[in-house]
């Protein structure tokens, strides 16, 4: 049986996956749901091919899965075959329903909860929705046809019958006292505890763009006096030409770092994209940053960062004007000035909301409950 399984309790089924961005928060309500209620059923719904299938058991969850349907957005063989597709994953999504007897579908997004959402409404399941995003995806706009009980992320969100939560994040990140943390966390990272840190991060696949810049200003920051952490995703570390790791002074470079509270803590100032749940992370431990929003797509991440940028919290660079030459001239003075620091880190940290998991689990138990 898995970990936070028990007939006794409601049973809660969550569906989302492929990315991050999915599954955090999905997780995040889910340990929400089973603080609020030890008994709770939990089943996570995915698809065989995303981030979940590692993600979801590793959190003592237990996974169902389903196929894979994209909605295709121009005409095409696909398209032709979408009704045959949905109406299969329609079925596996009401198997996983049954099975679980499932008193509340809670869904985040992605491919999969569109037929989640259609199996729910067949079968009389509640629905719950949560909107990471600044621009709703089609799914979830699908599934909020179907109930009332919608959270959201970012104000500016444009979703049927939503209200704004938050996003939905793991505790250490929501709860961490960053000042508190700080020497701890960087002498767990072998950074020096006094040197002006400098955190530099493409997220957990890396940002190619970023990593090119990085490694061209190596030696600025190194003159700078600044430290740098550079996580450079998986697979993705840099070397010279001569095949061997960059290096530099102050300069340390890892591909990936778990639990990335550890990097909010030893940071003075954060480089990054500026996908949702970062946005919502940076303002939540009140760390400044600096957003190159990935450059394609429908501008979602320059949405996301928006607000923090207005409120100065944060700054914002296009990824294609974030040169060398540009991280000279704005980020290198901005890690010295610990004034600025400090006042952008109030700012981020007064719009930072740190209680979304525990927002979303009252939604699901009232719903499961009903």
Request: aromatic letters at 2%; glycine letters at 10%.
């Amino acid at each position: 049986m898995p970990v936070h399984a028990s007939p006794s309790g409601p049973s809660v089924v969550l569906a989302g996956g492929g990315t991050a961005g999915h599954i955090s928060p999905l997780l995040a309500i889910a340990r929400a749901v089973v603080r609020r209620e030890p008994a709770a059923k939990i089943v996570a719904v995915g698809t065989a091919s995303g981030m979940e299938t590692r993600l979801v058991p590793e959190a003592g969850f237990e996974l169902a899965t389903i196929d894979r349907v994209p909605l295709p957005r121009r005409p095409s063989i696909d398209l032709v075959r979408l009704p045959r597709r949905l109406a299969g994953a329609v079925r596996q999504a009401t198997e996983v329903l049954e099975q679980a007897d499932a008193d509340v579908l809670v869904g985040v997004g992605g491919y999969v909860c569109t037929p989640m959402y259609i199996a729910a409404r067949r079968r009389g399941t509640p629905i719950v929705i949560h909107e990471a995003n600044t621009r709703a995806g089609l799914a979830n706009r699908v599934g909020a046809l179907f109930t009332e009980q919608v959270g959201k992320a970012f104000p500016e969100t444009k979703l049927r019958h939503a209200r704004l939560v938050g996003m939905p994040m793991r505790r250490e990140v929501s709860q961490l006292d960053r000042d508190a943390e700080r020497t701890a966390a960087r002498r767990g990272l072998g950074l020096d505890p006094e040197r002006p840190t400098l955190v530099v991060t493409g997220g957990s696949s890396g940002a190619l763009s970023i990593n090119r810049t990085l490694a061209e200003a190596v030696e600025a920051l190194s003159r700078a006096g600044i430290q740098t952490l550079h996580i450079t995703g998986r697979g993705k570390g840099l070397m010279d030409d001569d095949g061997v790791p960059l290096a530099a002074e102050g300069y340390h470079q890892v591909e990936y770092v778990d639990g990335m509270e550890l990097a909010y803590a030893a940071a003075d100032l954060l480089v990054c994209r500026a996908g949702a749940g970062t946005v919502c992370e940076v303002a939540a431990v009140g760390l400044p940053a600096v957003f190159v929003p990935l450059p394609i797509g429908n501008g979602e991440q320059a949405l996301n960062a928006r607000g923090l940028v207005e409120a100065g919290a944060a700054l914002l660079v296009r990824d294609s004007d974030f040169t060398p030459a540009w991280l000279e001239r704005e980020v290198l003075p901005l890690v010295a000035d610990p004034v600025r620091l400090k006042e952008m880190a109030a700012r981020a940290r007064a719009l930072g909301v740190r209680d979304a998991d525990d927002a979303m689990a009252e939604m699901v138990m009232e719903a499961a409950q009903a």
